[in-house]
């Protein structure tokens, strides 16, 4: 079983940054990478960004390509969302989920209960 905690969530403004974490305990076998997720209100969890624990480029949605940087810690088993150059279209829930890819496709296991991120204009 995999246990997910995210933090760092608040309230950022238009143009400024905020990082996120995310926390993983237990093992998922054969898992790849890892990878954020959102869901603002009324609309679909989307993919954000994916990072493999091996090394590989992280991948990024284009909507957030360029602005915002994933990044992990193997020894902490963390990850993180450096959210940067904010608009107020990235308010949303974030989540984090174990992938056996690192793609927005998936699949993806194992939810976090996300943390909250509101971009004030």
């Known amino acids: 079983q995999v246990q997910l905690v995210e933090s760092g969530g608040g309230l950022g403004q238009a143009g400024g940054s905020l990082r996120l974490s995310c926390a993983a305990s237990g093992r998922a076998g054969g898992a790849y990478g890892m990878g954020w997720f959102r869901q603002a209100p009324g609309k679909e969890r989307g993919f954000v960004a994916g990072i493999s624990w091996i090394g590989d480029s992280p991948y990024y949605a284009d909507s957030v390509e360029g602005r915002f940087t994933i990044s992990r810690d193997n020894a902490k088993n963390t990850i993180y969302l450096e959210m940067s150059s904010l608009k107020h279209d990235d308010t949303a829930l974030y989540s984090c989920?174990?992938?056996?890819?690192?793609?927005?496709?998936?699949?993806?296991?194992?939810w976090g209960q996300g943390t909250q991120v509101t971009v004030s204009s």
């Open positions: 989920s174990v992938g056996w890819t690192i793609g927005p496709k998936g699949p993806y296991d194992y």
